[in-house]
């Protein structure tokens, strides 16, 4: 009997290729034998600032010996009042990665499709349950090609997924587009990782379409991506078949109570985000005058920049080196781009005098 257990797996799975996230900052800190608090880490647009006190709080008095809700009763009714919905129409899970995988599977699309660049884990989660995925451009401004998404649709595309402000490029949809996507057959996943960020959101469209299904995540603005909490707002139909097929503990007893925290005190909560927005517009004004860089605009937490005369990755390892981090992708539709997460103003400091020390050695010499 051939005893190779490999033989069993799925045969798509061969050549899977495992997502690509970003280095911890413990490892960052080994490395390169720098204290952790002196890591500056702008790579993974997360939120910088350390929770508040009534989210600590809530969470060293979460009961952690219990299972944790799986109908989510309280922490569907804040997160609905939050955004102005019914809770039946609110689904949460362990970040909106959980969301997404649990729409792929409810649905089974025969195919799906996003617009790249953008978000890897609509590709990545798709092709993990067996499913097509389908990439359309953008054009120079990143903005979507809706004639290739209905394109995609044609051929038997019935999930689009797309992100609004989109990672990396920072942009928004705009309502003319919105508009025309809300009018094909298929499911329309608008992420709205970084909504509060751009202060705009689709979920009022949601009455009027209910083949409109959106996301969001307290990764960001609360800060809160190690506890992994995200949700959906969908029509009730949808957001009751996808609380019937997800995990019922998808959602840890700290991550609901420190959820609920973040809406209760959200005013204080979102104090960061106003601070978040102003070092993004001083990163977009400060970047823009180093003479090789052309910066993005960006509605989201961090902005996106095109390397002009020397090598992307040149100035990411010259950064890297000195303990700061940010995010560089290595493929076609980003070639030459980084990205940079909106930090701390003295994390912004630290970055802007690298830059300028980088510039003094290696394009003015
Ligand atoms: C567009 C977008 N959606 C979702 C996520 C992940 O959110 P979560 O931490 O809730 O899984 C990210 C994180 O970078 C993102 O950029």
Redo the contacts with the bound molecule.
């Keep these: 009997m051939d005893k190779d257990p490999i033989r069993f797996i799925r045969s798509d799975f061969s050549d899977l290729i495992p997502y690509a996230g970003v280095e911890s900052p413990e490892q960052v800190s080994e490395i390169l034998k720098i204290p952790i608090g002196s890591v500056v880490k702008l790579d ?2 997360e939120n910088p600032y350390p929770p508040i006190d009534a989210i600590l709080e809530a969470v060293s008095n979460a009961p952690l010996n219990v299972y944790p809700d799986p109908n989510q009763t309280f922490l569907r009714e804040s997160i609905a009042s939050y955004v102005g919905v019914d809770p039946k129409q609110v689904v949460a899970g362990a ?4 969301l997404i995988d649990i729409v792929i599977r409810l649905l089974e699309p025969k195919m799906s499709v996003s617009a790249v660049p953008t ?1 890897g ?1 609509y590709k990545f989660l798709s092709n993990n349950s067996g499913i097509r995925h389908i990439e359309v451009g953008r054009n120079e401004n990143f903005e979507i090609d809706i004639l290739e998404i209905e394109k995609a649709v044609l051929k038997g595309a019935n999930l689009i997924l797309l ?1 609004s402000p989109n ?1 990396p490029t920072g942009n928004s949809l705009r309502p003319d587009e919105i508009e025309k996507l809300v009018e094909l057959d298929a499911v329309i996943v608008i ?1 709205e ?2 909504a509060e960020f751009s202060r705009e959101s689709v979920i009022p469209l949601i009455e009027k379409h209910p083949n409109l299904l959106v ?1 969001r ?1 307290f ?1 960001k603005w609360a800060g809160l ?1 190690g506890i ?1 909490i ?1 949700y959906s707002v969908s029509h009730t139909e949808f957001a009751r078949r996808m609380m019937a097929i997800k995990q019922p503990y998808n959602v840890s007893t700290v991550a609901d109570v420190a959820a609920r925290a973040a809406l209760e005190h959200r005013v204080e909560v979102l104090d960061s985000v106003s601070l978040l927005i102003s070092e993004r517009e001083r990163l977009i004004r400060e970047l823009s005058e180093f003479s090789f860089f052309k910066v993005f605009p960006s509605d989201a937490n961090f902005v996106l920049v095109q390397v002009l005369e020397k090598k992307a990755e040149d100035v990411v390892k010259f950064l890297r080196e000195r303990g700061i981090l940010v995010r560089y992708y290595n493929m076609p539709t980003l070639s030459g781009m980084i990205r940079i997460s909106a930090g701390r103003p003295e994390q912004t400091d630290a970055l802007l005098k690298a830059l300028r020390d980088f510039e003094e050695n290696y394009v003015k010499a």
């Design positions: 993974a647009n970040g909106s990665d959980d978000f884990m992100a990672n992420d990782a970084y996301l995540t990764s991506a992994r995200g």
